[in-house]
């Protein structure tokens, strides 16, 4: 009887231990990142039958089981957070890129921003109409021609750099991913060894659970917890960690022109060429539709930087370099058939097209009408005369790579061929026109008269006409400017609308999921009492009992 008294008090030591470890435990580690709240389980050992009557059985409490450490943790509040961490990782790098496109474009703090030096060009084309035979206004023409196509390459070029940036995020992301998946790896087998040799690694999937939140942020992911212990990974159907096998995620380059990549699924750590057939990677996301939460695919910052990014810059024509599907050979096209990621569902890409769609628009229409070819192709015998009364055909506009004419035929703009295109970064003013005297050779009267506007008076009305093609609508210059603008702008304020509504979101998630695995102080110092009082019980019944044997065995040879 004595002996079971004792290994009664004894549990009850072990217990009161037991549960003022668990609390210690929590009161440490309040503050540290992803820490949850742990509790010792208690339950009655066995009990003794001691006899029974007509009202039941009489038993004895052999006292107190402790059944283990366990977290308090919802998995499905964790579920929910990470969800909607995913869409806020989405949504913030879009928005990030929103707004650094709007300084690109905008340029507030400058006086000659791009929309300054439309108008100014507009000005001098008036300028030119009241004075068509002025060197004055005709030098004033050509030096803000020269502004406009300054302009518009700095635009275009700082648009093109910022993508080179998202590209250099994407590699960061790409690397700190195949990181916390290593992490997570090396987690599940501290978390198998630990449980085991009896032991709780209840810290290990605390450390586990942190880097499956950062990783929801960069990927949209879905995960399983194994009879093992350990977790499996995927995103987007595509297997990251399972079974202890880890899948690297690799980077290819889209195209053997430009130097963006995109993640995929390869054993291979250098950077794929663009050549490389599908048989040898799997891509990690497939763009075949749009990415908004119309189709509730618009999740990770990884996706999120690739959808601002694009796969390639963009001319008015549409991507840029980019060749016609060929069903025979997807190799360098498998993705691209449909303009989702290339183009159209891409922010920076769209920007750059709308823009050069303005400036193409612009120097056609100077060009054709200064320099026109007719029906045939070829210089048109009724073409404007300059202030020597010749007919130049000098063009205001002139590509890089190539001249108008080729004698007397005209070289035509070629689909696809960016060497052909008066687009941006292609083209400068005549070099011709900068010359001493350069303005002579501008031929701007249709009769051959110095006083002749109505040509210029055609190009204002033109100007003013359906000239540029902005989303399949047909618009004025200063109409596509306009347009142009509030697109980026209302894109933009969607990006950020749903960024603060998801960081509420997220937050509130995570608050939820704080109430349940957060340590707090004060419940803790409440356990500890409980614990040291139950310890102290205990202690006083060990005091007791042990008295009791010292009594009875000290004094039975008395």
Not at 14 to 39: F, I, K, P, V, W
Not at 237 to 251: A, C, E, M, S, V
Not at 329 to 338: F, H, I, L, S
Not at 345 to 363: Q, S, T
């Amino acid at each position: 009887m004595g002996m079971t008294s004792l290994a009664i008090a004894v549990s009850g030591l072990n217990a009161a231990q037991t549960g003022l470890q668990a609390t210690g435990h929590n009161m440490a580690n309040s503050e540290t990142e992803g820490y949850t709240r742990q509790r010792s389980v208690q339950t009655d050992f066995f009990y003794s039958r001691t006899g029974e009557n007509a009202l039941g059985i009489f038993q004895k409490g052999l006292g107190t089981d402790i059944k283990g450490i366990v977290q308090l943790r919802d998995r499905f509040l964790d579920s929910a957070y990470r969800i909607e961490n995913s869409r806020l990782g989405y949504y913030t790098a879009k928005a990030g890129a929103g707004n650094e496109i709007e300084a690109i474009i905008g340029e507030t703090q400058s006086q000659n921003n791009f929309q300054s030096v439309i108008l100014d060009l507009w000005n001098a084309l008036n300028e030119l109409s009241a004075h068509p035979e002025g060197m004055e206004t005709r030098g004033n023409f050509i030096s803000i021609a020269v502004s406009l196509v300054t302009k518009a390459a700095d635009v275009y070029d700082r648009l093109f750099q910022y993508q080179h940036n998202l590209d250099e995020q994407i590699r960061v992301q790409v690397k700190e991913v195949n990181s916390l998946i290593s992490r997570i790896d090396k987690l599940n087998r501290e978390i198998a060894r630990a449980e085991m040799s009896g032991d709780h690694a209840n810290d290990y999937r605390d450390q586990r659970g942190v880097c499956l939140d950062k990783l929801s942020k960069i990927l949209p992911i879905e995960y399983k917890e194994n009879p093992d212990a350990s977790v499996s990974v995927t995103s987007e159907g595509k297997t990251l960690l399972t079974g202890g096998y880890q899948n690297f995620i690799g980077l290819k380059y889209i195209a053997k022109e430009y130097s963006f990549v995109e993640p995929i699924l390869s054993h291979r750590k250098d950077i794929l060429p663009a050549s490389t057939p599908m048989s040898e990677f799997e891509p990690l996301f497939l763009f075949n539709e749009p990415v908004n939460a119309d189709y509730g695919n618009d999740n990770g910052s990884l996706k999120g930087l690739m959808i601002s990014r694009g796969a390639r810059p963009a001319t008015y024509e549409g991507a840029a370099g980019l060749p016609p599907p060929n069903p025979a050979d997807p190799t360098e096209v498998y993705r691209y058939n449909n303009d989702v990621y290339s183009l159209e569902n891409c922010f920076i890409p769209r920007v750059m097209r709308d823009i050069d769609e303005l400036v193409h628009g612009i120097a056609t229409l100077i060009n054709d009408n200064v320099a026109p070819a007719d029906a045939a192709g070829v210089k048109d015998p009724a073409g404007p005369y300059d202030l020597n009364g010749a007919q130049s055909y000098t063009e205001v506009f002139r590509r890089k790579t190539m001249p108008r004419w080729n004698g007397s035929a005209l070289i035509p703009e070629t689909a696809g061929n960016y060497y052909t295109l008066y687009t941006t970064g292609n083209i400068e003013v005549n070099p011709a026109l900068l010359q001493a005297g350069g303005g002579n050779l501008l031929a701007l009267s249709p009769s051959g008269d110095r006083d002749d506007n109505r040509l210029i008076l055609s190009l204002l009305g033109r100007w003013n006409g359906q000239l540029v093609d902005m989303n399949g609508e047909r618009v004025s210059v200063n109409d596509g400017y306009n347009r142009l603008v509030a697109a980026v702008g209302a894109e933009t304020a969607e990006n950020l609308n749903f960024m603060n509504g998801q960081s509420v979101l997220t937050a509130r998630t995570d608050e939820k999921r704080g109430l349940v695995m957060g340590v707090s102080l004060d419940e803790e110092l409440k356990n500890m009492m409980v614990y040291q009082h139950a310890y102290g019980a205990a202690a006083r019944v060990l005091n007791v009992i042990d008295s009791m044997l010292d009594r009875i065995i000290n004094n039975m040879g008395a």
